[in-house]
């Protein structure tokens, strides 16, 4: 029935907001700004009425949350870092029905999963920083689903992801891109240093290993990096646990898929983390796949 039309791993880095504003930093994260308005034209295109962000700044301790509001609006500062994202408006509509077609079809595969509609939850800047550049004009319709799973298991997250898509394909009636919101490498500055980092990545290893990730999301080898994902993510600092990424690649087939990405904002390093915007293109699910979910 419906239809999901793209999916990407994007960055959600505080100093993009930063940047638009005169002094030291104005103008430094143009490549990741422009690279959020690269795929929001993309969506456009291909007809999107709803995007979906995996956010891993909202962390939940039990079962997968889904912020399906039917409308977020508000004045947004952070309280991780306030002196980055302070006083920035936001208004965007929700999407109540395929939030809760998400959660029943999660529900149904035995991921324990619920929906919040009639809720006070507020956003956290993993899809406020997003929207910012996306959806400013409110085109879109806006879920976000927690992301920062640390008591959960990462497959068990590639299945939620799984029942995402099938909600979107087999129940929904339009067209939707899913995001995974989250850095790769996620090791900040020590404190105290945080102006020597803030286009740096924390330590040369984790960079290394960003990159060779990067080269294995390029070659489209994800057999070999969900064999690697849960030691990236414990050994890299992966941010959320990664779960955000699990998420992402169980929407596209897990360690079946075959697609290589297209890099839109090429690896940089921001407050010692590893960031990227990079789209996985949507392939048809594998008939395994298909028949055990």
Same mark, same amino acid.
């Given at each position: #029935?419906?239809?999901?039309?793209?999916? +990407?791993?994007?960055?959600? /880095?505080?100093?993009?907001?930063?940047?638009?504003?005169? @002094?030291?930093? !104005?103008?430094?994260?143009?490549?990741?700004?422009?690279?959020?308005?690269?795929? =929001?034209?993309?969506?456009? &295109?291909?007809? *999107?009425?709803?995007?979906?962000? !995996?956010? /891993?700044?909202?962390?939940?301790?039990?079962?997968?949350?889904?912020?399906?509001? %039917?409308?977020?609006?508000?004045?947004?500062?952070?309280?991780?870092?306030?002196?980055?994202?302070?006083? #920035?408006?936001?208004?965007?509509?929700?999407?109540?029905?395929?939030?809760?077609? #998400? +959660?029943?079809? +999660?529900? &149904?595969?035995? /991921?324990?999963?619920?929906?919040?509609?009639?809720?006070?939850?507020? $956003?956290?800047? @993993?899809?406020?920083?997003?929207?910012?550049?996306?959806?400013?004009?409110?085109?879109?319709?806006?879920?976000?689903?927690?992301?920062?799973?640390?008591?959960?298991? $990462?497959?068990?997250?590639?299945?939620? @992801?799984?029942?995402?898509?099938?909600?979107?394909?087999?129940?929904?009636? @339009?067209?939707?891109? /899913?995001?995974?919101?989250?850095?790769?490498?996620?090791?900040?500055?020590?404190?105290?240093? +945080? %102006?020597? !980092?803030?286009?740096?990545?924390?330590?040369?290893?984790?960079?290394? *290993? =960003?990159?060779?990730?990067?080269?294995?999301?390029?070659?489209?080898?994800?057999?070999?990096? *969900?064999?690697?994902?849960? #030691?990236?993510?414990?050994?890299?600092?992966?941010?959320?646990?990664?779960?955000?990424?699990?998420?992402?690649?169980?929407?596209?087939?897990?360690?079946?898929?075959?697609?290589? *990405?297209?890099?839109?904002?090429?690896?940089?390093?921001?407050?010692?983390?590893?960031?990227?915007?990079?789209? !996985?293109?949507?392939? %048809?699910?594998?008939?395994?796949?298909?028949?055990?979910?």
């Amino acid at each position: #029935m419906g239809t999901l039309a793209l999916a +990407a791993k994007i960055t959600h /880095v505080p100093s993009m907001y930063l940047s638009e504003f005169p @002094g030291p930093n !104005f103008g430094c994260r143009d490549a990741a700004i422009n690279g959020h308005k690269e795929i =929001d034209r993309r969506c456009r &295109a291909l007809g *999107v009425d709803t995007l979906v962000v !995996f956010d /891993v700044h909202w962390q939940v301790n039990s079962e997968y949350h889904i912020n399906c509001g %039917p409308k977020f609006e508000g004045t947004y500062t952070s309280n991780e870092l306030p002196h980055f994202i302070k006083n #920035m408006p936001y208004a965007y509509p929700g999407n109540p029905e395929l939030g809760h077609l #998400m +959660a029943d079809m +999660a529900n &149904a595969m035995g /991921v324990k999963s619920r929906a919040h509609s009639d809720t006070t939850l507020e $956003l956290g800047y @993993g899809t406020l920083v997003p929207m910012r550049y996306m959806n400013s004009d409110q085109h879109y319709k806006v879920i976000s689903i927690s992301g920062w799973c640390d008591w959960h298991d $990462l497959q068990e997250s590639g299945r939620f @992801g799984l029942a995402v898509r099938k909600a979107i394909e087999d129940n929904y009636e @339009g067209t939707v891109a /899913v995001f995974a919101s989250g850095s790769l490498s996620h090791h900040f500055a020590d404190n105290g240093r +945080a %102006p020597e !980092f803030m286009h740096k990545v924390y330590d040369p290893f984790l960079e290394q *290993v =960003d990159r060779r990730v990067v080269e294995l999301w390029k070659r489209g080898d994800w057999k070999t990096f *969900v064999g690697m994902l849960p #030691m990236y993510a414990e050994k890299c600092w992966g941010e959320g646990d990664m779960h955000d990424t699990a998420m992402l690649l169980g929407l596209l087939g897990w360690d079946s898929y075959r697609a290589p *990405v297209e890099v839109i904002t090429p690896y940089f390093g921001s407050s010692g983390t590893g960031q990227i915007n990079a789209i !996985f293109p949507v392939t %048809p699910l594998s008939r395994s796949i298909e028949r055990t979910s």
